[in-house]
Nanobody, 115 residues
């Protein structure tokens, strides 16, 4: 079955950096578009960054210039490098892999940015 396992979250001060990883199994990773979402308390889940199977990248306006999404097809892993973190980046971050009519999610990793 499809599994997405995120790691790398934690507590960091404003201005700091974190690198999230999402290891995927059960999908043909190199052919799959991959996404990072986040959900803050009391807010809707929002799309943060996307990378297609062909390497096309897109970011939410709120993170552009600070976050970098990348993928390593040999490791079946997608990354989210987060720099210049702000308290408003505090959220649970989720890895997402759409496949046909299905939509797969990881369990999420908490990112907390203190001011």
């Amino acid at each position: 079955q499809v599994q997405l396992v995120e790691s790398g979250g934690g507590l960091v001060q404003a201005g700091g950096s974190l690198r999230l990883s999402c290891a995927a199994s059960g999908i043909i990773f190199s052919s799959n578009n991959m996404h990072w979402y986040r959900q803050a308390p009391g807010k809707q889940r929002e799309l943060v960054a996307s990378i297609t199977s062909g390497g096309y990248i897109n970011y939410a306006a709120s993170v552009k210039g600070r976050f970098t999404i990348s993928r390593d097809n040999a490791k079946n892993t997608v990354y989210l490098q987060m720099n210049s973190l702000k308290p408003e980046d505090t959220a649970v971050y989720y890895c997402n892999a759409p496949r046909g009519c299905e939509n797969y999610w990881g369990q999420g990793t908490q990112v907390t940015v203190s001011s």
